[in-house]
């Protein structure tokens, strides 16, 4: 199947500051990508849908000002959370999928831990 | 509103046999898909239905009856390795991906 990278695996930081997520797909185009987040023993909590090139379509009651998605190209997105807070601390996952795909792709998923 | 449900968690003996149910509810149907999500892992996928009927993959295969909204996964030759949550997801009608909140599977010795 298609690959997805997510970067950084794991990542904790201070409250206060912000944090970059990246998803690139890396042998196809992703004409969408899906930001997701899990609490634990809890399902994928869809928080926005992003098409290259166009403002990122957000879920009710996921902030837009505090989870900042970037589509700027056909492999890559960010998730960036500003001003994390200790209740940030989740489990964050993209996938992609491609045009004519009816299936996404996952990346690896980022632990975030806010301090 | 759009709804999957499935069960919050079973248990089955290795070597043995396991159904995992999924019922779902959604505006418009474009295929039904199963991932396996291990612990702090991102989850896997496992099988896609799209067409009424049964899909075999090795020790798993996954039904699909549409006009009942109705799909299982089956698990054979239980491993201790199949220990995980199983994810039913729903493509609606706007090609969205729909989930369920998962199927906790324990297996035991």
């Known amino acids: 199947g298609a690959v997805v990278s997510q970067h950084p695996s794991r990542v904790i930081c201070k409250s206060g500051t912000s944090v970059k997520i990246e998803c690139r797909s890396l042998d196809f185009q992703a004409t969408t990508m899906f930001w997701y987040r899990q609490f634990p023993k809890q399902s994928l909590m869809l928080m926005a849908t992003?098409?290259?090139?166009?403002?990122?379509?957000?879920e009710q009651g996921v902030e837009k000002d505090k989870f900042l998605i970037n589509h700027a190209s056909l492999t890559l997105s960010t998730l960036t959370v500003t001003s994390a807070h200790p209740e940030d601390s989740s489990f964050y996952i993209c996938s992609a999928r491609g045009e004519m795909d009816t299936e996404a792709f996952f990346g690896q998923g980022t632990r975030l831990t806010v301090v | 509103g759009q709804n999957i449900d499935q069960p919050t968690e079973m248990t089955a003996t290795e070597g043995a046999i396991v159904q995992i149910n999924c019922t779902y509810q959604t505006s418009g149907f474009n295929g039904l898909f199963w991932y396996q999500q291990h612990a702090g892992e991102a989850p896997t996928f496992l099988s896609y239905?799209?067409l009424d009927g049964l899909e075999e993959k090795g020790r798993f295969s996954s039904f699909l009856s549409r006009s009942k909204g109705y799909s299982y996964l089956l698990l054979k030759e239980l491993q201790m390795k199949d220990s995980a949550s199983y994810l039913c997801?729903?493509?609606?009608?706007?090609?969205?991906?729909?989930w369920g909140a998962g199927t906790k599977l324990i297996i035991k010795p």
């Open positions: 992003s098409n290259e090139g166009s403002k990122a379509t957000y």
């Open positions: 239905n799209v």
């Open positions: 997801a729903v493509v609606d009608s706007n090609y969205q991906l729909i």
